[in-house]
């Protein structure tokens, strides 16, 4: 079955480049979908961060767009998220995670364990 | 501050039904954007329980179910369980922002 699994840094410093990778397998990634990060602050709610194509076209987060850059490797299967000049705020448990269906945005059904990021010096 | 607006707890003796409410506002759910409704248990990533309003994705209980009306949605739980209690987020698309959005989440506890 299709399954997704966040890998990076545990602890950043603030203002530095927060980098997490996405390795996606059971699905083929540049077979379709926009996969999608999502993070959750401790003890508050989900926030999308944005999504995107295999192709390599992206939506973000209006908060986030002027620090958010995605990629996607379509020969590891894998997809990367970078969020730069990192704060205290941006302290989260980050998820990885694939749509319900090929063409929507959100919705996902496919969602990794998740891995939690600490920015302090 | 979420756009998508949910109460913060709601509570239910098992076997009772719940509802739980999500309101949006002209540009998400008043727009006709679908719904979609999360379940997280401790410790766990969100589960996708209802997609587009009121559909169920295989394996979620009839339990659950999903209606929209105007700029708000609700969930509804019946039979409440144990196993029920959870974080739950409503989750739309904001077509002004052009971003995707949650609710604030709700915690169920069951009496």
């Known amino acids: 079955q299709v399954q997704v699994q966040e890998s990076g840094p545990g602890l950043v410093k603030p203002s530095e480049t927060l980098s997490l990778t996405c390795a996606v397998s059971?699905?083929?990634?540049?077979?379709?979908?926009?996969w999608g990060w999502i993070r959750q602050s401790p003890g508050k709610g989900l926030e999308w961060i944005g999504s995107?194509?295999?192709?390599?076209?992206?939506s973000y987060n209006p908060s986030l767009k002027s620090r958010v850059t995605m990629s996607v490797d379509t020969a590891k299967n894998q997809f990367s998220l970078k969020l730069n000049s990192v704060t205290a705020a941006d302290t989260a448990v980050y998820y990885c995670?694939?749509?319900?269906?090929?063409?929507?945005?959100?919705?996902?059904?496919?969602w990794g364990q998740g891995t939690v990021v600490t920015v302090s010096s | 501050q979420s756009v998508l607006t949910q109460p913060p707890s709601v509570s239910g003796a098992p076997g009772q039904r719940v509802t739980i409410s999500c309101t949006g506002g002209?540009?998400?759910?008043?727009?006709?954007?679908?719904v979609h409704w999360y379940q997280q248990l401790p410790g766990a990533a969100p589960k996708l329980l209802i997609y587009?309003?009121?559909n169920r994705p295989s394996g979620v209980p009839d339990r659950f179910s999903g209606s929209k009306s105007g700029t708000s949605a609700s969930l509804a739980i019946t039979g409440l369980q144990a196993e029920d209690e959870a974080d739950y987020y409503c989750?739309?698309?904001?077509?002004?922002?052009?971003?995707?959005?949650f609710g604030g989440g709700t915690k169920l506890t069951v009496l």
């Open positions: 989750q739309s698309y904001d077509s002004s922002s052009l971003s995707v959005v």
């Open positions: 995107i194509h295999h192709s390599g076209s992206t």
């Open positions: 059971g699905y083929s990634i540049s077979s379709g979908y926009n």
């Open positions: 002209s540009s998400n759910i008043g727009v006709g954007n679908n």
């Open positions: 995670a694939r749509p319900y269906k090929s063409a929507w945005y959100g919705v996902f059904d496919i």
């Open positions: 587009t309003d009121n």
